[in-house]
T-cell receptor
Framework: DAGVIQSPRHEVTEMGQEVTLRCKPISGHNSLFWYRQTMMRGLELLIYFNNNVPIDDSGMPEDRFSAKMPNASFSTLKIQPSEPRDSAVYFC???????????????FGPGTRLTVL | AQSVAQPEDQVNVAEGNPLTVKCTYSVSGNPYLFWYVQYPNRGLQFLLKYITGDNLVKGSYGFEAEFNKSQTSFHLKKPSALVSDSALYFCAVRASRGGGKLIFGQGTELSVKP
C-alpha cells in the first residue's frame, strides 16, 4: 500500500495568494483528518471527514480555510487568502472506522511544509 | 474535555539504557490511547495503542506502554534504547464513545546518545 499521499511536499507562496493542499487517503479508509503542526501550538486537528462528510470543523482557524472531500480518494485544504501566520506543516491522516471496533488507528501522510512570505 | 499531558519536553538517555516517555490523560469514560513517533521532516508513525484488555501493550520497534487507570497514565517504555530511537514522540487520547477526534500531547523529544 502506498500510504497516505500528500502534495505538494513543499509550498512557498506570497501573502494574499491562494494555496491548495491535496491528500489521497489509504485505499479503503473512510475517515480523513487534516492537522496543522507548528512549534508554538503543536499538532492541531483542523477538520475531519467520515464517509466524505465533514464531521467536525471546529479546529478550522477562520473563514480563510476551507476543506472538501469530493470522493473517497481525494481531499483538499484551501487557504484563501494566505497569511504569514499560516506557515506550518499540514498533515493529512486517514483511518478505517469500523462500526464493530471503534478504535480506528490514524495513519499520517508525510506532510506539506507551507511557507507564506 | 479530553486532554493529554507529556510533562517532559526532552528526555536524554544513553544507548543501551532503558527509556521512559511519560504521558497522562484526562477523558470522560474509557480511553483509547495511542503513541506515535515523528522523525525529522516526516509524518507521524503509529507505534502502539491501548483499547482494552492487558494493561501492557507491545508495539513496533521494541516499544511497549503500560496503561494505568488509577494514575491515568500511559507511559512509553523500551528496555534498551538505540541511537536510532531519537525522535519526537506523541501521546494521544480519544474517548471510547464519540467521534474519531484524537487529542495529541505536545510531544517529547527523545535523544539517545552513544
Amino acid at each position: 500500500d502506498a500510504g497516505v499521499i500528500q502534495s505538494p511536499r513543499h509550498e512557498v507562496t506570497e501573502m494574499g495568494q491562494e494555496v491548495t493542499l491535496r491528500c489521497k487517503p489509504i485505499s479503503g479508509h473512510n475517515s480523513l483528518f487534516w492537522y496543522r503542526q507548528t512549534m508554538m501550538r503543536g499538532l492541531e486537528l483542523l477538520i475531519y471527514f467520515n464517509n466524505n462528510v465533514p464531521i467536525d470543523d471546529s479546529g478550522m482557524p477562520e473563514d480563510r480555510f476551507s476543506a472538501k472531500m469530493p470522493n473517497a480518494s481525494f481531499s483538499t485544504l484551501k487557504i484563501q487568502p494566505s497569511e504569514p501566520r499560516d506557515s506550518a506543516v499540514y498533515f493529512c491522516a486517514s483511518s478505517l472506522k469500523e462500526l464493530a471496533q471503534d478504535s480506528d488507528t490514524q495513519y499520517f501522510g508525510p506532510g506539506t511544509r507551507l511557507t507564506v512570505l | 474535555a479530553q486532554s493529554v499531558a507529556q510533562p517532559e519536553d526532552q528526555v536524554n538517555v544513553a544507548e543501551g539504557n532503558p527509556l521512559t516517555v511519560k504521558c497522562t490523560y484526562s477523558v470522560s469514560g474509557n480511553p483509547y490511547l495511542f503513541w506515535y513517533v515523528q522523525y525529522p521532516n516526516r509524518g507521524l508513525q503509529f507505534l502502539l495503542k491501548y483499547i482494552t484488555g492487558d494493561n501492557l501493550v507491545k508495539g513496533s520497534y521494541g516499544f511497549e506502554a503500560e496503561f494505568n487507570k488509577s494514575q491515568t497514565s500511559f507511559h512509553l517504555k523500551k528496555p534498551s534504547a538505540l541511537v536510532s530511537d531519537s525522535a519526537l514522540y506523541f501521546c494521544a487520547v480519544r474517548a471510547s464513545r464519540g467521534g474519531g477526534k484524537l487529542i495529541f500531547g505536545q510531544g517529547t523529544e527523545l535523544s539517545v546518545k552513544p
